[in-house]
């Protein structure tokens, strides 16, 4: 079996998507309020947090990377496990950080939710 090339729009399309659904779910509309609340974070205090948006923006980069690597060998359980993985830490993280429950389960719905949107944006191109 010969590896396909790295679906660099797949890529492209991924990590822009999972930082849409990042937008989404971390409004404080969605659960933006619970998962600062949780995160002890003053949503009204303070400007944009431009280095932690860099950072985001890198992590889902890497991540994107990871699943089109894998798609190019059709290796879904790698991803997944790749996933869980992120999801895992992320938790942990927070556990550690002694985060409300609510925020917790915010960011692990947002790393498994991005790394399923990156699939999806694999398959779809």
Do not use: C
Request: net charge neutral; charged share 10%; aromatic share 6%.
């Amino acid at each position: 079996m010969e590896p396909e090339s790295l679906n660099v729009a797949a890529v492209a399309l991924g990590t822009v998507a999972a930082f849409v659904f990042g937008m989404i779910l971390y409004h404080p509309k969605v659960l933006g309020r619970t998962w600062a609340e949780g995160s002890g974070v003053n949503l009204d205090k303070g400007g944009f947090p431009a280095a932690a948006m860099i950072l985001q923006l890198g992590a889902l980069i890497a991540l994107a990377l990871v699943i089109g690597l894998t798609a190019t060998l059709n290796l879904l359980g790698t991803a997944l496990l790749a996933i869980l993985a992120v999801a895992l830490f992320v938790v942990a993280n927070g556990a550690f950080g002694r985060r409300s429950t609510g925020a917790v389960v915010t960011d692990g719905i947002y790393a498994i939710g991005s790394g399923a949107l990156m699939i999806v944006a694999q398959g779809l191109l």
